[in-house]
């Protein structure tokens, strides 16, 4: 079983844009590594039908954030090529 992280992943995204990421450091993001892990264990357990109530609610804050960052990114990649989103 991997470990609930101590931070959840909604508190890693919001302190890494609190720290006025550049535009370079957003399109680079990515979720820390035990996130990954973590991810990767809650979709297994998901695709067995075996998650827990609150594995649920830990995925779809997952899923949440991904969301968010990849609209972000899609949001900075449009505004560096001029383009209004």
């Known amino acids: 079983m991997i470990n609930t992280p101590v931070r959840n992943v909604l508190d890693e995204v ?3 844009l609190a720290s006025d990421p550049t535009d370079q450091e957003l399109l680079d993001y990515r979720f820390s ?6 991810i990767h264990y809650l979709l297994d357990r998901n695709g067995e039908d075996e998650l ?6 830990e995925l779809e804050d997952f899923i949440r954030a991904n969301r968010m960052m990849s609209s972000l990114k899609v ?3 449009l505004r560096l090529r001029g383009i209004d989103a």
């Open 14 to 16: 919001t302190d890494f």
């Open 33 to 38: 590594d035990e996130h990954q892990e973590r």
């Open 52 to 57: 827990t109530g609150c594995e649920e609610r």
């Open 75 to 77: 949001k900075t990649r």
